[in-house]
């Protein structure tokens, strides 16, 4: 309880301070906002405007994937910033459990994403908000919010050591969702995607929100997303000790 209870109070901590960032309210109310509108015009044009839903969607969980992306490496960046980064590394805790509630933080911050072209697509551009599984879509987008949780801090393991992570980040976004099968179907994209796609836990959440919207098995999918991301979670959790034990030997954990 005492673990969990240090998680909750942790993630509320930083999706605080993340609302009170000028620039994360301003990213967090416009670019969703704006990958709203471009999927749905991309679907009216492609003539398929019945899959203006899917593509409300999609755009929200591009919206959720970049806050997580961006706000795990931000907010260790900001932690360097705020000279707080060594004493969460020097916590009694494992640094693995001090680092997740930032990476969760930054995915429920992202959930602002879903609603706001949900909201958008509904209001200007008349997207029926019908679900094939409305009870179900409630459960898959929590689940695939915590999974995308869980796969950032397997990334905020590389950011501690890097001096720019936001590099990384730039490089990651794009591919990511467009290989997850966001807002492209996974069936146009080339056939050596496909592996990689499978090992990627954005992919099965991606699907199983999908799902849930638009009808198909999602317990299967959200089952798969949440099990690759346990296996991100474990791995971030041993690769934050060595990055941590290494960064402390190369005296590279505050360079900003």
Known sequence: ???????????????????RSPFEIATA???????????????R???EPGRLLEAAVGAGLMGVWSSVLFGSGGA???????????MLMLAPR????????ITLSTAVTGTYAMLATLLWGRLLYGVPLTFAHPLLFLVAAPGCVLG??????????????????????????????LVSGMLVPLTVLPG???????????????????????GGPVWPSLGICLAI??????????MMTYVERRARAAATLALA
């Open 1 to 19: 309880m005492s673990l969990l209870r240090m998680i909750g109070v942790g993630a509320l901590l930083h999706t605080k301070q993340l609302s």
């Open 29 to 43: 109310l416009i670019v969703p906002v704006v990958q709203a509108t471009l999927a749905v015009h991309l679907f």
């Open 45 to 47: 044009a492609g003539g």
């Open 76 to 86: 260790i960046q900001n932690q360097r910033w705020q000279g707080t980064l060594e």
């Open 94 to 101: 494992p640094p693995a459990l001090v680092i997740f509630p």
């Open 148 to 177: 995308l949780g869980m796969f950032g801090l397997l990334l905020a393991s590389t950011f501690v050591l890097m001096r720019n992570a936001n590099a990384l980040a730039n490089t990651l976004e794009y591919p990511i969702w």
């Open 192 to 214: 050596w995607t496909g592996p990689i796609a499978a090992a990627l836990p954005t992919t099965w959440g991606a699907r199983a929100v999908h799902e849930a919207a638009s």
């Open 229 to 238: 991301s346990l296996g991100c979670l474990a791995s971030g959790a041993l």
